[in-house]
Structure formats: C-alpha cells, structure tokens
C-alpha cells in the first residue's frame, strides 16, 4: 500500500515567518500545519498553497495519545476540522503524552516501551480514527530521557502500534539521530531496524550539542550527519524540513531544501 503522499518529494513546515518562502517554491507538492495554529482559521497564505494543489498535512502536537485519559473531543474534532478544511490526504501527531490528571506538561513528554503503554497508545489512536476521516501517521518524539523497564526495544513498540491501528509511521530522522546519540546507539542501526516500510512521510531539522546531549532545536541547520541517515532510508518517502524560530534568509532555508532533495533523490522545489 502507497503512502498518502507519495510522489510529493521535499517539503518545508508552513510557518507565517516563512510562507513567503513556501509561497515561492515552484516546485512544492506538500506541506504540514501545526494543527493548534489553526484556531482562528486557515490563512490566506496556505489557503493559495492548498488551492494550487500543495496537500497540507496538519500536524497534532496536543492530543497526548501516550496518555491515560482519552484524547480531549475538542482536540480531535479540531483535528478532524482541518483535515476537513484543508482537503488533508492524512493527518499526524505524536507518540508522547502532554497532559495528565488535567495537568498540562506544555512540553512532548516521552512514553515507557511497555506492553501496557502500548495498549494505552493503540486505544487512543482508535478512538481518535473514529472521528477523523483521513489516514493518521504517528511520531516518535526525540527524548532525552528512556523511562527504566522498557519491555520492547523501539523498533518492537512501533511495530505492535502501527500493525494494530492500521497507522502510518512519521519518521523524524532528526529524532532518530538525536535519540542514537542520547543512548549511546549507531543512528545508522537504529534507523534500519525501523518499520521502515511503513511510512508515510519523514521530517528533517537541525539541532545542537549542550550539556552532553543533543538537542532537537529545529532553530539550527540540518547537520550533514541527518542528511546522510535521509540516504539510508529505501524507497525516497516524502521529506519535510522543520524549521521553529531563528529563520535565516531565503536563500539558506532553500539551500537546505536542496540539500535535502539531493539526498532523498526527489526532483528540486526550488527551481
């Protein structure tokens, strides 16, 4: 079975500090909202972009569907709303929880590789597909922290998620290299034993070393080690460039998005 979304090459984040940029990308076939943005409405800007055939992909970063209480209606009817809205061929969020006993963390928090945790997930993405009428891919979040008792190595607790939910896997590479490093694995061994084929899209960002970790930042370039991981992964999935505050020029953040083709071979957007 083909992704929602492939064929549609290299990506970039709508943000409104950049959608001049996505705006002026010839060669644009995708992108991705961050859902929680869209409350008061969809943009002009990204409304011009879905209209000349860009598919927008909103992106949940709210629902907290490692948690034990039942994603908040409201949030999932929002996100069902902008799948709606922007003609979405699938939505996305993250395998994290952000909220417990009706305590909000305002950070994506990181999930135990448990049995039980699973079926935690596996319940809430259900629930959450009942409402929503577009495919879903979930997200493993960059953590700088594994919770002790993990029952399942990564790669297991992915798999036994995605095959009982029917969802698709969205890869950050980014995570995946910054996870490696903050564990003390090969990115390269951690990626291959993925459930690689089923994604449906990756996302790629910058980060930095401090304090003995590395940090997600999506604020710093995508490090050349990132791009190289992008050539491992068979099959060139559709790539999406994060970028979150500290927008350098135009000309950079399109040199990234080449940079980024080249090492997935999708054809240029830029040009």
């Not at 929680?36 to 598919?55: I, T």
């Not at 190595?153 to 995605?162: G, N």
């Not at 084929?197 to 910058?206: D, K, S």
């Amino acid at each position: 079975m083909s992704s929602p979304l492939a064929g549609r090459g290299t990506g970039i984040g709508w943000r409104p500090e950049i959608a001049g940029v996505a705006a002026d990308l010839p060669g644009l076939r995708f992108t991705e909202v961050i859902a929680e943005s869209l409350h008061s409405g969809v943009p002009p800007a990204l409304s011009a972009l879905a209209e000349r055939g860009v598919a927008v992909v909103p992106h949940g970063v709210k629902l907290s569907l490692g948690g034990t209480d039942e994603p908040d209606p409201g949030r999932v009817s929002h996100l069902a709303w902008c799948a709606e809205v922007l003609g979405a061929p699938l939505i996305s969020e993250h395998i994290a929880f952000v909220r417990a006993g009706g305590l909000e963390a305002g950070h994506l928090l990181p999930v135990p590789r448990t049995r039980e945790q699973a079926d935690v997930i596996v319940r809430n993405v259900l629930r959450v597909k009942e409402s929503v009428s577009v495919p879903i891919a979930l997200e493993p979040i960059a953590a700088l922290f594994s919770w002790p008792g993990d029952e399942l190595t990564e790669a297991e607790f992915l798999t036994d998620i995605l095959d009982r939910t029917g969802a698709w896997l969205l890869l950050d590479v980014a995570n995946c290299y910054a996870n490696a490093l903050n564990r003390g694995e090969d990115p390269l061994s951690s990626v291959e034993r993925l459930p690689l084929e089923r994604i449906a899209y990756m996302h790629v960002a910058g980060g930095r070393s401090a304090d003995g970790y590395y940090h997600d930042t999506h604020t710093d370039p995508v490090p050349r080690e990132v791009l190289d991981l992008l050539k491992a992964i068979p099959g060139a999935p559709p790539a999406l460039l994060e970028r979150d505050g500290a927008y350098p020029a135009a000309e950079v953040l399109k040199s990234e998005l080449d940079a980024i083709s080249h090492a997935c071979g999708h054809p240029v957007i830029t040009s």
